[in-house]
Structure formats: structure tokens, C-alpha cells
């Protein structure tokens, strides 16, 4: 079984930034998918990026140009740099690694952006 664990979370201005971090641990595929998704209140949970164990990364084109996903594979960590924050981006950040036939979920960090 895997386990994510977030950490970063918080209250930020607009123009702010914030970085998310999320830690896996358990017996994990060595090729895999790492990501990072949110949930705004009274919405429907929502990619933000991805990134593949060979480092390819993919964006909604909401935060294109303003976050940016990394990971440290050997550490089983991704994380997510948040720049230019904007209150649209307030909701609830959820990790994720998805592996042949498992996807497994980090509990939610909050992120609050204030205008």
C-alpha cells in the first residue's frame, strides 16, 4: 500500500506564492505518474499537473506559466511551486501517483488565496 503525504499548505495573498510538497512511501512501481490536483468548494475535483517518472509534465491551462511541478524520484516526492497566485486558485490540493492498475491519494492540503 502507498501512502502520500502533503505538506505546504496555507493563507497566501494574491501576487503571493506557495509551495506544496508530497512525500510517497510504500512499495512503489518505479515508473509512474505523480500529480497534483484541487477542489474548489462546490466543484468538481480538477487536475492541476502531472508529472511522469521520466519528467514529462503536464498543466491545466489555468496555472500554465504560473506553477510548476517537479519531483525528486529518488525521495518519491513531487512538488508544486505556485506563483502569482490568484484567488480562483483557492480550493483543496490533492496528491496523487498513479502505477500500473493502482492509483493511489494523498489527503488534501488546503490553500487559501485572499484578494
Known amino acids: 500500500q502507498v501512502q502520500l503525504v502533503p505538506s505546504g499548505g496555507g493563507l497566501v495573498q494574491a501576487g503571493g506564492s506557495l509551495r506544496l510538497s508530497c512525500a510517497a512511501s510504500?512499495?512503489?512501481?518505479?515508473?509512474?505518474?505523480m500529480g497534483w490536483y484541487r477542489q474548489a468548494p462546490g466543484k468538481q475535483r480538477e487536475l492541476v499537473a502531472v508529472i511522469t517518472s521520466g519528467g514529462n509534465k503536464n498543466y491545466a491551462d489555468s496555472v500554465k506559466g504560473r506553477f510548476t511541478i517537479s519531483r525528486d524520484s529518488a525521495k518519491n516526492t513531487v512538488y508544486l511551486q505556485m506563483n502569482s497566485l490568484k484567488s480562483e486558485d483557492t480550493g483543496i490540493y490533492y496528491c496523487n501517483i498513479k502505477e500500473p492498475g493502482r492509483t493511489s491519494w494523498g489527503q488534501g492540503t488546503q490553500v487559501t488565496v485572499s484578494s
Open positions: 510504500g512499495n512503489i512501481f518505479s515508473s509512474n505518474v
